[in-house]
């Protein structure tokens, strides 16, 4: 049986995989494992729960709610707000855990349900485990006064705006700012931060209506928001994804910055006030080599970690670091955040600009990116890719090639016959040419055998 938990939480298409019935079962599970399990106040054990605006947010957002306080459980109904906007509020009010209901930059028919443990921390695989294994036994039914009860989270969008303001090292006065929301669980309290830290603000999809979540704009959609900054003649830009845990900017001539380069204004920023633990930035595999060497330039030094945000969290914990990311937009602040958070991102990239008198666009000279062209071959034995004589020969021609100027990275699929080949060189032909020679070298000796019809 495979696994029900993926790299964040479970996903899938809300009716299909991801029922009501499901999502209370999960919530039963979880109230064991993470509630009752866990706590020792003697109290009975609190949880946070938010989603995104998805229209199926509503039904299982109430399954999840009811299996909660069925398991004797209090329930904070936190309405929409964004992911790290729930791990905060179970970190501030000192529950026991939250409940995310969100797939993040998914379309709308899909969703999902996180789980964010004390403190509003993501889960470890062996506590999603624990839950998975949970859902098979009897669930915890107390009765009477043993009940959990919900309530409305009143002031949740309030506290979460209030922490925002306070991580800033410059206000935004004087600034034009596009926000674009992705029709999502920011199109509240983004553009208020932002007004509030003296932005003057244009906000552009911020009309949720549960089914236009991601559709057209946000961070994976960029092209209103280039269309809208120029339009307004605006400072830069800000894009979020659905569940607003993302931030890529887009500078006032209209050029993205993606991810590496916020992180690599950041950093720099943070290195110079002394605020930047060790001088050591986490980033995944995937990052592109120009952050590596504007950061080696700049005095800091890279951890590199495989590829998603949990994996970027475990770096940065195991080695108390306080700043890494990814190159989609995922940046995670550890002095003020426990997951990436997209609208603190944004506020931090725009005091930085208020901060220096530079436009992003100079900020972003800091870091030369490199070309990257991704190949993604199709069809074949991911699980040999290591193992390769002739795979590893031509890995090791293609980056005796490049030098120090370029690199090769051969990534299996963790989840479908799929080798990812990437590579970055100085020219966009060189890369092209070095990616498509290792692609056919995948293709042709770990192809899949056919088995013919009978």
């Not at 906007?85 to 709308?108: Q, R, W």
């Not at 004390?118 to 062996?126: A, I, N």
Request: hydrophobic share 45%.
């Amino acid at each position: 049986m495979s696994r029900l938990f993926g790299t964040d939480g479970v996903r899938g298409l809300a009716n299909g995989l991801l029922t009501s019935e499901l999502a209370m079962q999960l919530a039963q599970a979880s109230a064991v494992v993470l509630g009752h399990e866990r706590s020792d106040s003697g109290a009975r054990p609190r949880a946070v729960v938010a989603r995104d605006p998805r229209a199926s947010g509503e039904f299982i957002a109430a399954a999840v709610e009811a299996g909660l306080a069925s398991s004797g459980i209090d329930v904070y109904d936190a309405g929409v707000l964004p992911t790290p906007a729930a791990a905060y509020l179970v970190a501030d009010l000192h529950a026991d855990f939250g409940v995310m209901i969100s797939a993040s930059h998914n379309p709308a028919p899909d969703n999902g349900i996180k789980f964010f443990a004390r403190g509003g921390q993501k889960l470890p695989d062996e506590v999603e485990d624990a839950i998975e294994a949970q859902m098979g036994k009897e669930p915890h039914r107390p009765v009477g006064g043993d009940v959990g009860r919900i309530q409305r989270f009143s002031d949740a969008e309030d506290r979460y705006i209030v922490h925002l303001l306070g991580t800033l090292p410059h206000r935004l006065d004087g600034l034009t700012v596009v926000l674009d929301c992705a029709h999502g669980a920011a199109s509240g309290c983004s553009p208020q931060v932002f007004k509030d830290a003296g932005a003057n603000v244009v906000v552009i999809g911020a009309e949720p209506d549960g089914l236009n979540i991601n559709d057209g704009v946000g961070s994976t959609h960029l092209g209103e928001l280039k269309r809208a900054v120029l339009e307004h003649k605006a400072d830069l830009g800000i894009a979020h994804d659905g569940d607003a845990d993302r931030c890529l900017a887009v500078d006032h001539e209209g050029n993205e910055v993606d991810g590496d380069q916020i992180m690599a204004i950041l950093a720099v920023a943070l290195k110079a006030s002394g605020k930047l633990t060790d001088d050591v930035l986490v980033a995944t595999v995937m990052s592109n080599l120009g952050l590596k060497i504007a950061l080696r330039d700049a005095g800091i030094q890279i951890r590199e970690t495989a590829v998603g945000d949990r994996y970027v969290l475990e770096g940065m914990r195991d080695g108390g670091f306080n700043l890494g990311g990814e190159q989609s937009g995922h940046v995670i602040f550890a002095d003020h955040a426990t997951t990436g958070d997209g609208v603190l991102t944004g506020l931090q990239l725009a005091a930085q600009v208020a901060l220096t008198g530079k436009s992003l666009k100079e900020l972003a000279t800091v870091m030369t990116k490199l070309p990257q062209v991704l190949i993604n071959v199709r069809g074949v034995d991911r699980t040999r890719v290591k193992g390769d004589a002739k795979v590893a020969a031509a890995v090791a021609l293609a980056e005796a090639r490049l030098g120090d100027g370029g690199r090769v990275l051969l990534r299996p699929s963790g989840t479908e016959p799929v080798v990812r080949v990437m590579v970055e060189a100085p020219d966009e032909a060189t890369a092209q040419e070095v990616a498509g020679q290792l692609a056919d070298v995948v293709r042709a000796e770990l192809a899949l055998e056919l088995v013919a019809d009978a």
